[in-house]
């Protein structure tokens, strides 16, 4: 059973860090997409960042993190961390890892990731 379980979320203040965590279990992600999204309130969930380690671990991000978040993977420990610094009261969201089982994906968009986390609170305050 895949099964991806997120962790790291809390209150910060703005200017801090995070790092998430997604553990994965019943697969090995060596060859398929971890993609990070994140939900706001009254907001549609957007695709945040994705690492694809088929193909040396390449790396996405959307304009709105790049250069503050940077996504890894320890592919022994299945797990992909999501290190976020500088944040912004705008980052307060559910954010969710999810996983695309299968070749080819370089983009988190959702509808190409198969299996989801149950998500963890991420709140920045001003």
Do not use: H
């Not at 895949?2 to 979320?9: A, C, H, I, Y």
């Not at 060859?31 to 009254?42: L, N």
């Not at 988190?108 to 920045?124: A, K, N, R, S």
């Amino acid at each position: 059973e895949v099964q991806l379980v997120e962790s790291g979320g809390g209150l910060v203040q703005a200017g801090g860090s995070l790092r998430l965590s997604c553990a994965a279990s019943g697969f090995t992600f060596d060859d398929y997409s971890i993609g990070w999204f994140r939900q706001a309130p009254g907001k549609e969930r957007e695709g945040v960042s994705c690492i694809t380690n088929s193909d040396g671990s390449y790396t996405y991000y959307a304009d709105s993190v790049k250069g503050r978040f940077t996504i890894s993977s320890d592919n022994a420990k299945n797990t992909v961390y999501l290190q976020m610094n500088s944040l912004k009261p705008e980052d307060t969201a559910v954010y969710y890892c999810a996983a695309a089982l299968r070749l080819g994906v370089y983009y988190p968009i959702e509808v190409l990731y198969d299996y989801w986390g149950q998500g963890t609170q991420v709140t920045v305050s001003s």
